[in-house]
């Protein structure tokens, strides 16, 4: 037993980290283990010859690179460095690098250093006296002088009491300084609870100067069982997040399957289909040359048939001819005449005969009829077949649910808040020049308000509503330049987001939209008032209803109403860390919370002229409410003991 509590063998016993030191890219322990930002690591010389493909070669220059595992993008820091040379630049994993150290030195086991290791092997039990850290075996004071000889004093000889006290260090808690992944040589020091980020020096001076609040690790840790509360919860996280990712990765190998099936077999049903299609067509077309062929026979019978007569007339014309013409030689005159009239009666008998025998026939040619279905196919036909895409949004829902389980994990969630104790004190408030109907806060904790509402999709971007849509600005230097048209749709008032999406309140619906303004989803709403929207950590919506809040899923299905008679007119709406729902009652001048569940609700301001809207700053410490008589009202929440 240690010290701080921890029991040494326990923790030996628990070491099961093989995979943890193995290369993904050479799968054997890491050389010079390399982190990415996106936490894989590699190999030094793996990952150098990795990034040097990748680019192209060596010498080669790029912005960017992918992971070897999961394709996130790289930026490289100087964009001047060779792809030879960025490997060497990314932060050592000093975690990983002491777990190897640790697994090293206590990898013989304590019946090997109880007894001398030559000794042993010849069945013989002499109490070991050395250890030699190269060879990770014990010695007797005998067998030593023989392994130094052996080795000529190369390997490291330390007594067996020395190697037990490395034992009992290597026992401790690894505790390790981690590298900041976004400037180079530092660590990380502290933690801004506002931005629930890690950061070092660099970070806190140049990006959380303003923040409220910001806590060394040795505080964040030093609540004690509130610590390993926080640990243990975000374990069963992690339990549900592989139990739901082992879920979704059969469904969707279910999916595969299914889906290879079906290409199997509509793949077989179009290809029957068209054969089917050509051994009719080869039949028709077997038909068709037997007909012709005949009908051409005949045909061709009927006019050798007539050339074979009309050659027997041209050979009688032949001979008639010849003959008048050696009478014409020899003959009398008397002769001559005779012969003449007789060729005339004969010649005149042959052409009526002639005559007689081609009364039907005549001189033909084909004609080509082709059906129109043919023509179809040879003109017309691009594709036999067609396959649509089906799609259902479980997988996305289903990565929507396990990335609200990721996002939705923070300390704070330790601390539940019982809503029937809370109370706000009143600080100040402001009456800007023009009515301020929406807010949002920056992060260096300024309020940004405008005319109807505004929500922020980063640390720079923010969308405002306006009567003929939605826009996008970027905040520079104190000023806010618009970027671009979001959406042209009229009417847009409550405005929300997601990492992934955008919520819009209309007077009768509520949009979901994708962040280039593509609508993905849309909800129909009651109410005499335009809508306010919001959205929890796990990706929940909330928007009024008539005079209830409802929520649902991202993919329509309702999860609950809250509801509370005193609230009238519901407009703005809230969600905390908790999933608590504050809402303002326009009409009856109050602002209400709920429960997270709805069980309880309780009127958290009464005393209020027609609130507007409701937010809160990041810290959830204090709250805003815009009203349409007193302008700006800035609370402090608390909750009372």
């Given at each position: 037993?240690?010290?701080?509590?921890t029991?040494?063998e326990t923790m030996?016993?628990?070491?099961?980290?093989d995979?943890?030191?193995?290369?993904?890219?050479?799968?054997?322990q890491?050389i010079?283990?390399?982190?990415l930002?996106?936490?894989?690591?590699?190999?030094?010389?793996?990952?150098?010859s990795?990034?040097?493909?990748?680019l192209?070669?060596?010498?080669?220059?790029?912005?960017?690179?992918?992971?070897?595992?999961?394709?996130?993008?790289?930026?490289?820091?100087?964009?001047?460095?060779?792809?030879?040379?960025?490997a060497?630049?990314?932060?050592?994993?000093?975690?990983i690098?002491?777990?190897?150290?640790?697994?090293?030195?206590s990898?013989?086991?304590?019946?090997?250093?109880?007894?001398?290791?030559?000794?042993y092997?010849?069945?013989?039990?002499?109490?070991?006296?050395?250890?030699c850290?190269?060879c990770?075996?014990t010695?007797?004071?005998?067998?030593v002088?023989?392994?130094?000889?052996?080795?000529?004093?190369?390997h490291?000889?330390?007594?067996?009491?020395?190697?037990k006290?490395?034992r009992?260090?290597?026992a401790?808690?690894?505790?390790?300084?981690?590298?900041?992944?976004?400037h180079?040589?530092?660590?990380?020091?502290?933690?801004?609870?506002?931005?629930?980020?890690?950061c070092?020096?660099?970070?806190?001076?140049?990006?959380?100067?303003k923040?409220?609040?910001?806590?060394?690790?040795?505080?964040?840790v030093s609540t004690?069982?509130?610590?390993?509360e926080?640990?243990?919860?975000?374990?069963?996280?992690?339990?549900?997040l592989?139990?739901r990712?082992?879920?979704?990765?059969?469904?969707?190998?279910?999916?595969l399957?299914?889906?290879?099936?079906?290409?199997?077999?509509?793949?077989?049903?179009v290809?029957?289909a068209?054969?089917q299609?050509?051994?009719?067509?080869d039949?028709l077309r077997s038909?068709?040359l037997?007909?012709?062929?005949?009908?051409h026979?005949?045909?061709?019978?009927?006019?050798t048939?007539a050339?074979e007569?009309?050659?027997v007339?041209?050979?009688?014309?032949?001979?008639?001819?010849?003959?008048?013409?050696?009478v014409q030689?020899q003959?009398?005159?008397?002769?001559?005449?005779?012969t003449?009239?007789?060729?005339?009666?004969?010649?005149?008998?042959?052409i009526?005969?002639?005559?007689?025998?081609?009364?039907?026939?005549?001189?033909i040619?084909?004609?080509?009829?082709?059906?129109?279905?043919?023509?179809?196919?040879?003109?017309d036909?691009?594709?036999?077949?067609?396959v649509?895409?089906?799609?259902?949004?479980?997988?996305?829902?289903?990565?929507?649910?396990?990335?609200?389980?990721?996002?939705?994990?923070?300390?704070?969630k330790q601390?539940?808040?019982?809503?029937?104790?809370?109370?706000?004190?009143?600080e100040?408030?402001?009456?800007?020049r023009?009515?301020?109907?929406?807010?949002?806060?920056?992060?260096?904790?300024?309020?940004?308000g405008?005319?109807?509402?505004?929500?922020l999709?980063?640390?720079s971007?923010?969308l405002?509503t306006?009567?003929?849509?939605?826009?996008?600005?970027?905040?520079?230097?104190?000023?806010?330049?618009?970027?671009?048209i979001?959406?042209?749709?009229?009417g847009?008032?409550?405005?929300?987001?997601t990492k992934d999406?955008?919520?819009?309140?209309?007077?009768?619906?509520?949009?979901?939209?994708?962040?280039?303004g593509?609508v993905?989803?849309?909800?129909?709403?009651s109410?005499?008032?335009?809508?306010?929207?919001?959205?929890?950590?796990?990706g929940?919506?909330?928007?009024?209803?008539g005079?209830?809040?409802?929520?649902?899923t991202?993919?329509?299905?309702?999860?609950r109403?809250?509801t509370?008679?005193?609230?009238?007119?519901?407009?703005?709406?809230?969600?905390?860390k908790?999933?608590?729902?504050?809402?303002?009652?326009?009409e009856s001048n109050n602002?209400?919370?709920?429960?997270?569940?709805?069980?309880?609700?309780?009127?958290l301001?009464?005393?209020?002229?027609?609130?507007?809207?409701?937010g809160?700053?990041?810290?959830?410490?204090?709250l805003?409410?815009?009203?349409?008589?007193?302008?700006c009202?800035f609370?402090?929440?608390?909750?009372?003991?």
């Amino acid at each position: 037993m240690n010290d701080d509590g921890t029991n040494t063998e326990t923790m030996a016993a628990k070491i099961d980290h093989d995979d943890l030191v193995t290369c993904p890219i050479c799968f054997e322990q890491f050389i010079n283990p390399k982190c990415l930002p996106c936490l894989h690591t590699f190999c030094q010389p793996c990952l150098k010859s990795y990034i040097v493909t990748q680019l192209g070669g060596e010498g080669k220059q790029a912005k960017v690179f992918s992971c070897p595992v999961c394709r996130q993008e790289v930026t490289v820091k100087d964009p001047k460095l060779t792809s030879e040379n960025i490997a060497d630049t990314m932060p050592g994993n000093r975690f990983i690098i002491s777990l190897i150290e640790r697994t090293v030195e206590s990898s013989a086991s304590c019946e090997d250093e109880k007894w001398c290791g030559p000794c042993y092997s010849d069945n013989e039990n002499t109490l070991a006296v050395f250890w030699c850290i190269q060879c990770s075996e014990t010695f007797c004071e005998n067998c030593v002088k023989y392994h130094r000889r052996l080795r000529k004093s190369k390997h490291e000889i330390i007594s067996v009491e020395e190697m037990k006290k490395e034992r009992t260090k290597l026992a401790q808690p690894l505790d390790v300084e981690e590298p900041c992944m976004k400037h180079t040589g530092e660590v990380l020091k502290v933690y801004c609870v506002s931005h629930k980020e890690m950061c070092c020096v660099i970070c806190l001076a140049t990006s959380h100067r303003k923040c409220e609040h910001i806590s060394t690790f040795e505080e964040m840790v030093s609540t004690g069982s509130k610590n390993t509360e926080y640990v243990e919860n975000f374990a069963e996280h992690l339990d549900n997040l592989e139990e739901r990712t082992d879920k979704l990765r059969n469904k969707t190998d279910e999916n595969l399957t299914t889906l290879n099936n079906r290409h199997d077999e509509i793949s077989k049903k179009v290809t029957t289909a068209v054969q089917q299609a050509i051994d009719k067509l080869d039949h028709l077309r077997s038909s068709f040359l037997t007909t012709f062929k005949q009908m051409h026979k005949e045909e061709r019978i009927k006019l050798t048939e007539a050339k074979e007569k009309i050659e027997v007339f041209q050979q009688n014309v032949k001979k008639g001819k010849k003959l008048l013409k050696t009478v014409q030689e020899q003959g009398s005159p008397k002769q001559v005449f005779i012969t003449t009239e007789k060729l005339k009666m004969q010649l005149k008998q042959h052409i009526d005969s002639l005559q007689t025998e081609l009364n039907n026939a005549s001189f033909i040619d084909y004609n080509l009829r082709t059906d129109d279905v043919i023509e179809t196919v040879v003109n017309d036909l691009t594709s036999v077949a067609e396959v649509d895409i089906n799609q259902t949004l479980g997988l996305c829902s289903s990565l929507k649910k396990i990335s609200g389980i990721v996002n939705g994990f923070y300390i704070e969630k330790q601390e539940k808040i019982d809503i029937m104790k809370l109370e706000v004190h009143k600080e100040h408030s402001v009456k800007p020049r023009g009515e301020i109907t929406g807010g949002t806060y920056l992060p260096d904790g300024r309020l940004a308000g405008y005319p109807r509402d505004t929500c922020l999709i980063s640390s720079s971007e923010i969308l405002v509503t306006f009567r003929g849509g939605i826009n996008k600005y970027e905040s520079q230097q104190n000023e806010l330049k618009e970027k671009e048209i979001i959406s042209s749709k009229r009417g847009a008032w409550g405005l929300a987001a997601t990492k992934d999406n955008i919520l819009v309140g209309y007077e009768k619906e509520v949009d979901v939209l994708s962040m280039d303004g593509q609508v993905v989803q849309n909800f129909s709403r009651s109410g005499d008032l335009v809508s306010y929207v919001a959205v929890s950590l796990t990706g929940n919506i909330y928007y009024s209803d008539g005079n209830d809040v409802v929520c649902k899923t991202a993919d329509g299905r309702e999860v609950r109403r809250f509801t509370n008679p005193k609230p009238q007119r519901l407009l703005g709406i809230a969600v905390d860390k908790n999933d608590n729902v504050y809402v303002c009652g326009n009409e009856s001048n109050n602002i209400c919370v709920f429960s997270a569940d709805g069980s309880h609700s309780k009127m958290l301001i009464t005393d209020i002229n027609l609130p507007i809207n409701i937010g809160f700053n990041s810290t959830e410490t204090r709250l805003y409410v815009c009203t349409s008589e007193d302008g700006c009202l800035f609370y402090r929440l608390n909750k009372k003991d």
